[in-house]
């Protein structure tokens, strides 16, 4: 449509580096990226990434074998309690990429293609956080929350009733009632890994007559 040719002109006017224009084009059909970040705290606004997992969905496989794995050094001390979640100690992440590497390397592995995660919205602040003063832009890519999709799911199993009940939308919780293997929580490439594999099942349940 013209408006959204109209849109990605104005984007790339104001993508700071030009060699990032693919992030523009138009995504492969029916692929897309499983990303998980773990930080250094639970606040958007002033915590970093400390790790990035992310791995491709290609039709209805998740492509293992296809991942991006990657530390990066904050510049400010993890978090006691980010610790106790993710394990991961300032001594662990020391060698890790600078924050400017770790997106370079991000966004070539995700290219156009639409994000899927779990609170994917917590992540997507702290990468464009992170992407801004580099590019000018943010994420431009459509994004899948997966635990709005098992909301939607549950509410159309449950009888008229029940409809508008409180779901569980634990993680841990989803992967079990979908009868989905579990991996090591809060480690971010199997974070990634279970929440394509949600994001599988809940589109084949959801396409479902």
Request: hydrophobic share 45%; glycine share 6%.
């Amino acid at each position: 449509m013209p408006w959204l040719k109209l849109k990605r002109e104005w984007m790339l006017y104001h993508l700071g580096d030009q060699r990032f224009r693919f992030l523009y084009d138009e995504p492969p059909p029916d692929e897309w990226v499983s990303v998980d970040c773990e930080t250094t705290g639970l606040n958007p606004n002033k915590d970093e990434i400390i790790s990035i997992g992310a791995v491709r969905i290609v039709g209805n496989r998740v492509m293992t074998s296809e991942k991006l794995q990657l530390l990066v050094k904050p510049s400010k001390a993890v978090s006691a309690e980010a610790i106790k979640v993710h394990g991961l100690r300032e001594q662990d992440v020391a060698g890790g990429l600078d924050i400017d590497e770790a997106m370079h390397r991000l966004l070539r592995f995700i290219g156009p293609r639409p994000l899927v995660g779990y609170y994917l919205e917590f992540d997507a602040a702290l990468i464009n956080r992170a992407l801004f003063p580099m590019l000018g832009v943010r994420l431009p890519q459509p994004q899948v929350e997966i635990s709005a999709l098992y909301y939607d799911w549950k509410q159309r199993t449950l009888p008229p009733y029940q409809h508008g009940a409180s779901i569980d939308l634990r993680l841990a919780t989803m992967m079990a009632d979908l009868d989905l293997p579990t991996r090591h929580a809060h480690d971010a490439v199997n974070d990634a890994i279970m929440a394509a594999l949600a994001f599988l099942k809940l589109k084949a349940l959801l396409q479902a007559p």
